[in-house]
């Protein structure tokens, strides 16, 4: 366990401090979660930060990422290139032109007009691409979790649309099909909403590799894998899925070779959340007509929980996390930035509070930092501070720093 009051002591607040042997354990239990042989993608969305890519990698993971800057990160760790899928909708010939050239080879198509944008794409860097066809399966399983297809989508293609259009498609010369990307939800807490999902992912795939005549060397059933955000608690436990998953294959896919289709599977909160504990200190505490509220050295500048959506953040702590005793005491929790909507957490309940307390915020691995609106007010970004086996490797802090017009054409 890091010496968090050291850390704060030595780097000062607000900063996160990843924990790599929590990191491991998760993807150790993913791994166990999973058919034997299944490919886990990291999504770098979750926490791009090349420390925890590096370990990731060394542990086996491959790569997903959406953006130059996630590739930028991904070599920044070392990895391959070759070990990436390039996902996301709107990709741009620039972004395209850039993981090209970096060696990617392996694109998640998103649409007709995305598919023959990477396949341009290819056609300019004289290189042949594998493309994966993202799918908007025709109807969602229900249960938990943040839904992403199976319903009218900005992602992927309809599965009806595929069906009736394919066979007149003539994918770009560069672009190789090699099978389907799902990825219909996000944290989905109870294993049956997930393997729901997947099934119905697998029977879409085997019916349109049928149907369509689209070869099925890969398939990646995207993920959902749920954790807990900044909240106390801990991942589920998918105990299940992986009988669960065989067996669909099996009904769905009784003929296929053995190995093939290759599983993949993606995942960012599962893998990273629980490694992250973010320190923020308490710099005033206040009454405002009956209601306590912590006053604190950041907000959504640090821990935005993509508070720009409109969401409520969730954040408590645990009674321990204050890192004293005292009378227990309920106060909201808000930062220093001018709009009240800079709030972490309302009505919490803490063990004792004053000011130059240094508050832990648990499982704040994934879509914390980067998914904070880091601009805004223009204060100092949180510090980042890796340790394992219970200490400091490495410290840093992002920023976002102003380019001249030149600086921006080189
Ligand atoms: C295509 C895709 N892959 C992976 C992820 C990562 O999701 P999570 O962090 O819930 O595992 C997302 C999240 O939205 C996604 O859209």
Not at 139 to 150: E, F, H, I, K, N
Not at 398 to 406: K, S, W
Request: with cysteine.
């Amino acid at each position: 366990m890091p010496d968090f009051d050291a850390i704060a002591e030595r780097y000062g607040t607000p900063v996160y401090v990843y924990d790599l042997d929590r990191l491991e354990q998760a993807h150790d239990d993913l791994v166990r979660t999973l058919p034997m042989g299944s490919l886990i993608y990291y999504s770098l969305k979750a926490n791009p930060h090349p420390a925890l890519v590096r370990r990731l990698g060394g542990l086996g993971a491959r790569l997903e990422v959406s953006s130059a800057g996630e590739l930028a990160a991904v070599l920044a760790a070392g990895q391959s290139s070759r070990n990436v899928l390039y996902t996301g909708p709107g990709k741009t010939p620039a972004e395209l032109g850039g993981a090209l050239a970096a060696g990617v080879r392996l694109f998640s198509a998103e649409s007709f007009a995305d598919i023959r944008r990477i396949g341009a794409a290819a056609d300019r860097h004289s290189v042949r691409v594998d493309c994966l066809l993202r799918v908007n399966a025709p109807d969602a399983a229900g249960g938990s979790g943040l839904r992403m297809t199976g319903t009218s989508s900005q992602f992927g293609f309809d599965y009806e649309q595929l069906m009736a259009e394919w066979a007149a498609f003539r994918p770009p010369a560069p672009v190789s099909v090699r099978g389907f990307h799902f990825f219909p939800l996000t944290n989905a807490r109870d294993e049956a909403t997930l393997l729901d999902e997947m099934t119905q992912s697998i029977r879409c795939a085997a019916q349109l590799s049928q149907r369509l005549g689209i070869p099925l060397e890969l398939l990646d059933l995207g993920g959902g894998f749920a954790a807990p955000y900044a909240v106390p608690g801990s991942r589920p436990q998918y105990t299940s899925l992986r009988a669960g998953l065989q067996e669909a294959l099996d009904t769905w896919l009784p003929e296929r070779d053995k190995g093939r289709p290759l599983l993949a599977f993606e995942s960012g909160r599962y893998l990273v959340a629980e490694c992250g504990t973010f320190l923020v200190s308490v710099m005033e505490v206040k009454e405002s007509r009956g209601r306590a509220f912590a006053v604190l050295d950041a907000g959504i500048n640090a821990l935005g929980g993509l508070s720009a959506t409109g969401r409520l953040l969730p954040v408590s702590v645990g009674p321990e996390d204050t890192g004293r005793q005292g009378p227990t005491c309920t106060a909201d929790l808000v930062g220093p930035l001018c709009t009240p909507l800079d709030r972490l957490g309302r009505q919490v309940r803490l063990n004792g509070l004053t000011p130059g307390d240094v508050l832990r915020v648990p499982n704040t691995g994934a879509y914390g930092l980067t998914a904070s609106l880091l601009g805004f007010l223009s204060r100092p970004v949180a510090a980042e501070v890796i340790v394992s086996s219970g200490h400091v490797q490495e410290t840093s802090r992002l920023a976002l720093v102003r380019t001249t017009e030149g600086e921006m054409r080189q």
